[in-house]
């Protein structure tokens, strides 16, 4: 494993912590609790899947830790920011340099080819053309999508979408990656191809990894820690067993 | 966001919904069509106008007289900073006039009223006579036959509506009027008889022998009137009128100013100014004097009022006509730009449009990191870039519009035969104010769906379909 240095030293230190996190949305007369009060401390370079049903709160919480909501009460504080605080202004910029993310629908944009939408969070960086360039090549590479480049996403299989999308999650250098379900559109082997690049990033690259499924078997496979949420509580937080793990692993290989 | 990478995505955006955008932006071009058509018109018809007047020679014209003609009690008030003696408007001040600055030409105004005779029928009318400068005058535009061959020369050019009733062909009321061309067939070349007073104790030169001794009245206090004759041929026919600003004092027949000089015809003002002519130079009723450049008239108009005479120009008439151009200049722009913020509306449809379509696009964007505002910019871009467009595209077609109506008034008015014009013009200001105007107004547009776009919350519009 060749993990940097400096990344072993900061593992063990609290990359994202919640506290009494609520998210509730008004329907009408109804009030829907989201998120009901969840407390958690995920540490740097941890790779941990939010488990649940749909509905069960797991999609608003990685929404709260991206910064793309915000809590309508308790806090949520990621690299030693308070998110509750943030400006829309510096969210943007939190999104931007500190979070990646990937989404099931992989959420490429369909008018721009691969490499326009992988360098597309670099032109919000305002980075300059060249180095534009060969930042995208690099991440291109890194997901075995050289040969694609200058493909438009509805030309790529939904394998070749999501990695496109996982160079784009990359291209900023995030300590965090956010994973919404990303695998939910794809076939199992193209999944497991996905999740081993997942897996990559969180072991070579150092990344701090929190994964949105529903599958329980694919963040047993995966994970080092599964939290459980039903209607929007946290009602199970465990360490997954390794020998579980290499037992699935060699049962299906 | 930099500004390149702005104008790139927002031009890729524009390109998405060509036909939308296309749509919106012809929009746009014929509103600045239709502003810069209204305007081009205003300034065209302006300029037409100004070349017209200056034609007209009344715009570089300062009419002057004597102080004496005015009455005694007004006199004082007027007077300017050499009041009390006012001076006789002889040749001496004529020469002085001659030599101010900015000033082309000097000449007297020789107008009276005497009878012409034509085939055995006496006609009376009032004749004025003109230099020869006034052959550019636009009066002479539509002419028949030619203007005088010399300033000297015993020759008249009719007025229209004299010549009609030298013909006895004086249309009624309300029936179209006879051509000129058909007026001069009979004409050209034709004698008039005029019968006119001589001032008897006129200059040398004067053509009829002087009956007088004028040894024993060196100073011209006896006056004398001769009755004379002289034989006139007609060589033009003027369709319009040259004095049609001086009322009932229009003159319809027009001589040489040198041959009427010559002529020393009794003139009204002589009885009033007898008396006081230090010598026997001719003494003018009044003068006109044509500045070089119309902008120099009031100088002008200041250093002869100094010089002690009474001067009017129709600057102030121009003054105010200007006014009346700036009124309508503003309700041309006020219905010109009715369209283009017409036009503006459907750019705020297009961009709401483009929002709904693009809600999952735009909360990509904000999800990987875009700020509110580069959202913001972005949506400003798009309706930047349809402004410009649009405005270009709107000159162009404004002016390609004003040139076929151009054109096309032309060729009426050919028919009609009357000389072509161009009163439309697009002047580089016009230019540049209407597709600054169209840019303006596209980001005033975009401010709403911008605004809009920003606010957009991320979190809703990723959320499944």
Not at chain 1, 47 to 54: D, E, I, M, Q, R
Not at chain 1, 98 to 104: A, E, H, L, N, S
Not at chain 1, 227 to 238: E, H, Q, T
Not at chain 2, 309 to 335: E, H, K, M, N, P
Request: glycine residues 8%; neutral net charge; hydrophobic residues 40%.
């Amino acid at each position: 494993m060749t993990t940097a240095p400096a990344v072993s030293a900061a593992r063990g230190t609290v990359a994202i912590r919640s506290e009494n996190l609520c998210r509730h949305y008004r329907m009408g007369e109804n009030v829907i609790r989201a998120v009901d009060g969840v407390s958690l401390e995920i540490h740097t370079g941890e790779f941990v899947a939010l488990l649940g049903s749909s509905g069960s709160g797991k999609s608003s919480i990685l929404n709260l830790i991206a910064g793309l909501d915000r809590p309508t009460s308790g806090s949520v504080v990621v690299q030693k920011r308070d998110l509750a605080k943030l400006s829309r202004e510096e969210l943007a910029k939190y999104r931007l340099h500190i979070v990646g993310m990937v989404f099931q629908s992989f959420n490429l944009i369909p008018s721009m080819t691969v490499t326009e939408n992988v360098e597309l969070p670099l032109r919000f960086a305002e980075v300059d053309r060249g180095r534009r360039d060969s930042l995208a090549r690099e991440a291109l590479g890194r997901v075995g999508l050289r040969a694609r480049m200058n493909h438009r996403p509805s030309e790529l299989s939904g394998g070749e979408q999501q990695r496109a999308a996982l160079a784009r999650a990359l291209i900023n250098r995030p300590q965090i990656l956010l994973a919404d379900e990303p695998t939910g559109n794809l076939d199992s082997h193209t999944g497991k191809e996905i999740m081993d690049m997942v897996r990559d990033f969180n072991r070579e690259l150092g990344m701090t990894v929190v994964m949105v499924t529903h599958e329980r078997a694919l963040a047993e496979r995966y994970a080092q820690r599964m939290i459980f949420l039903a209607d929007g509580k946290l009602v199970d937080d465990r360490a997954n067993d390794p020998a579980i793990d290499s037992k699935v692993a060699g049962g299906r290989a | 966001m930099k500004f390149p990478d702005l104008t790139e995505l927002a031009l890729r955006n524009l390109r998405e919904s060509l036909l939308r955008n296309s749509l919106t932006t012809i929009g746009i071009s014929v509103g600045v069509a239709s502003l810069v058509a209204m305007l081009s018109l205003g300034t065209g018809l302006q300029q037409m106008l100004a070349r017209r007047l200056e034609k007209s020679g009344l715009f570089d014209t300062v009419f002057v007289s004597s102080r004496r003609e005015l009455r005694g009690g007004r006199q004082e008030e007027r007077s300017g900073p050499t009041a009390g003696e006012s001076r006789v408007l002889d040749e001496a001040a004529r020469v002085e006039m001659e030599h101010l600055p900015n000033v082309k030409e000097v000449y007297p105004d020789i107008r009276f009223s005497t009878d012409l005779q034509f085939e055995d029928k006496p006609h009376l009318t009032m004749i004025s006579a003109l230099p020869l400068s006034a052959k550019s005058n636009d009066a002479f535009d539509g002419m028949q036959g030619r203007f005088f061959s010399s300033d000297t020369a015993p020759e008249v050019i009719l007025q229209k509506s004299f010549a009609e009733e030298l013909l006895g062909k004086t249309p009624p009321l309300g029936a179209p009027e006879p051509s000129v061309a058909e007026l001069a067939k009979p004409l050209l070349g034709k004698e008039l008889t005029m019968h006119y007073a001589q001032r008897g104790d006129g200059a040398d030169q004067s053509p009829a022998p002087r009956p007088e001794n004028r040894e024993n009245e060196p100073a011209g206090a006896s006056y004398s009137v001769v009755s004379r004759e002289q034989k006139l041929t007609i060589v033009g026919i003027s369709d319009l009128d040259p004095e049609s600003m001086r009322g009932p004092m229009r003159a319809r027949v027009f001589l040489p100013l040198r041959f009427a000089e010559s002529l020393h015809v009794m003139q009204l003002v002589d009885l009033r100014e007898i008396s006081r002519a230090a010598s026997k130079q001719p003494v003018y009723s009044s003068i006109s004097v044509r500045v070089k450049d119309p902008s120099r008239i009031e100088g002008v108009e200041d250093a002869i009022k100094k010089m002690g005479f009474t001067t009017f120009s129709i600057l102030d008439a121009s003054r105010s006509l200007q006014q009346v151009f700036r009124v309508l200049y503003a309700f041309l722009g006020i219905f010109g730009s009715l369209a283009l913020i017409v036009a503006s509306i459907g750019i705020v449809n297009t961009l709401v449009m483009a929002i709904l379509e693009r809600r999952r696009e735009i909360g990509i964007m904000k999800a990987i990191g875009a700020s509110d505002g580069d959202v913001k910019k972005l949506f400003f871009a798009e309706a930047g870039a349809m402004g410009i467009a649009g405005g270009i595209i709107g000159v162009v077609l404004g002016w390609a519009i004003g040139q076929v109506i151009n054109f096309g008034t032309n060729i009426y008015l050919k028919s009609q035969s009357i000389p072509p014009e161009h009163f439309w013009a697009v002047p580089l200001w016009l230019v540049a104010f209407a597709i600054g105007f169209a840019c303006f107004v596209s980001l005033v547009s975009g401010l709403y769906p911008a605004g809009r776009a920003a606010k957009l919350d991320p979190v809703q519009a990723l959320r499944y379909e």
